[in-house]
């Protein structure tokens, strides 16, 4: 697979051109595959040549950390780990709120590099902006974690323009991850100028809209016991109802270039710009392996405008997160 550079200069960090959220192996879309499977998973996107690989210490929490780290330590060298802070949790794992102080900042590092049992973060984020603490402050801890070897490059995830500036005059940004893809495109409106701007990389997270983009899921679609997707707005029956209508657009395109709505999908935001890498995760190998097809996924300009004009013919319905995960607590 061709790679993708992420940030600029000693912030720059190359990783392919797809990579693999790790998250849905641990949370948010209910019962799945043995660890036993989805460790071979991770292993066989390693083989097809996946080298970015995204997890957090909050998704689980923490049991995620441990999968991937049991499942890429073999091949340590070939892979490029990220991970993310700026979580509070209680005894039992419960989610307390934000905490982006400097100290519980290296206090996670040192936890996170427990469980992943690697040496170097190679990308830390912080997972949501913590409006309590200095992005400053934010910023010289991770250049702190850095300069002592435990983290290699700095990250920002769903920040805003000015933040992102405040950081990165601190310590390089790496990249942003942020939500997007063909039914999320609010980054457009400032923060990809921002990052391309500055030399930053956007990691786009959901890129095929929790699923949606796939065209496997309809207006009957029923997800499973403890799937997020059941208290997502966005999700909704009648809000479903019309963003489905995004997906005929994509699906037209797909079948017309021999080709899935996901490979679609995907293929749209590689070519937004050469510096946008995506993350769609997948519990399956025939998920993965198409998934990967995008890269090589060549659309016409026509095509890529077709797209692009489905996707403003629809105005998207319901918010991202439910209330009770917005303010900075979402996935």
């Not at 912030?11 to 051109?17: F, M, P, T, Y």
């Amino acid at each position: 697979m061709e790679t993708r550079t992420l940030g600029t200069g000693e912030a720059a960090l190359d990783v392919s051109a797809i990579g693999f959220g790790c998250m849905g192996m641990s949370m948010a879309y209910g019962p799945g595959p043995s660890r036993a499977d989805n460790i071979a998973l991770l292993r066989a996107a390693v083989d097809r040549g996946v080298t970015f690989f995204d997890t957090a210490e909050m998704y689980g929490p923490f049991v995620n950390e441990v999968l991937v780290g049991e499942a890429l330590r073999p091949v340590r060298d070939r892979v490029v780990i990220a991970t993310k802070f700026a979580q509070e949790f209680g005894p039992n794992g419960e989610r307390l709120g934000l905490n982006s102080q400097p100290a519980h900042i290296k206090k996670v590092a040192d936890e996170c590099l427990g469980r992943l049992g690697i040496d170097t973060i190679d990308l830390f984020y912080q997972h949501r902006v913590d409006p309590k603490v200095p992005i400053e402050d934010v910023a010289g801890a991770v250049k702190e974690l850095i300069e002592a070897g435990k983290v290699r490059h700095f990250g920002m995830s769903e920040a805003g323009p000015a933040t992102i500036r405040r950081a990165h005059a601190v310590q390089p940004v790496t990249a942003l991850q942020s939500e997007y893809s063909v039914w999320e495109r609010g980054v457009e409106a400032e923060i990809l100028a921002t990052v391309e701007e500055l030399g930053i990389g956007l990691v786009a997270y959901s890129p095929l809209g929790r699923g949606l983009l796939t065209g496997t899921i309809t207006a009957d679609t029923e997800f499973a016991d403890g799937d997020f997707r059941n208290i997502v707005p966005r999700f909704g029956a009648e809000n479903r109802a019309t963003n489905l209508a995004l997906v005929e657009g994509v699906a037209r395109v797909a079948a017309r270039v021999g080709a899935t709505p996901a490979q679609v999908a995907l293929a749209w935001l590689l070519s937004r710009k050469p510096w946008i890498v995506p993350i769609p995760g997948t519990r399956r190998l025939e998920r993965l392996e198409e998934n990967l097809g995008a890269a090589s996924l060549v659309l016409s300009p026509d095509d890529l405008a077709e797209v692009t004009a489905a996707s403003d013919a629809v105005t998207i319905r319901g918010t991202r997160y439910p209330e009770a995960a917005m303010g900075g607590l979402g996935i």
